[in-house]
């Protein structure tokens, strides 16, 4: 409960840094793997100044997620950024003409779908918020970039969506905490 308190109470940096702590070495490893074989490919397309804002975009809509799902759960971990990352990679390859089945990605948001949902203690809110912000950053950094406001336009609205999750979850935490305290 200490951190929707916390968070009601405006320290709204609890949504961002729990991505940064863990709860084991093998937590810890898998999402450094994936966030390493992901993030080539972000920065690589994006540059580092975007590919930081979708991830702290997509680690900020996991967290509004937990706080929409399961707000007084305890979570921790990179997992509600790395599924963004996942989804982003998704929705460029698609927006490519590559098919993500093809390349395996398919089935690697499956494969950690399943774990999500199959295993007690995981973060099904940070998961699937992390899964469905980091789908809709990825959308709006190519619409953005196919009608030409790369530069200023696409990233203004890719770190307007993050305060824009980062507030929206705070909002969260209020309403959790009107109810608790009567």
Request: glycine letters at 18%; one cysteine or more.
């Amino acid at each position: 409960m200490d951190a929707v308190v916390g968070v009601s109470a405006g320290e709204w940096w609890r949504l961002v840094t729990g991505g940064f702590l863990h709860g084991g070495l093998l937590h810890l490893v898998f999402n450094m793997f994936l966030l390493w074989m992901l993030g080539q490919q972000l920065e690589h397309l994006h540059g580092p100044v975007r590919y930081v804002g979708l991830y702290l975009g997509s680690l900020a809509a996991g967290s509004l997620g937990v706080m929409l799902v399961a707000p007084m759960s305890l979570t921790v971990g990179a997992s509600g950024a790395v599924f963004g990352l996942m989804a982003a990679t998704v929705v460029h390859q698609v927006h490519r003409g590559v098919n993500p089945w093809h390349t395996g990605l398919g089935g690697l948001v499956v494969v950690n779908l399943v774990f999500t949902f199959g295993r007690p203690g995981i973060s099904i809110g940070g998961h699937l918020g992390g899964l469905v912000g980091g789908a809709l950053l990825a959308w709006l950094l190519d619409t953005c970039d196919r009608r030409r406001f790369r530069s200023i336009v696409g990233t203004s609205v890719l770190y307007g969506l993050l305060v824009a999750f980062l507030a929206a979850g705070v909002w969260t935490a209020g309403q959790w905490m009107d109810p608790l305290l009567g």
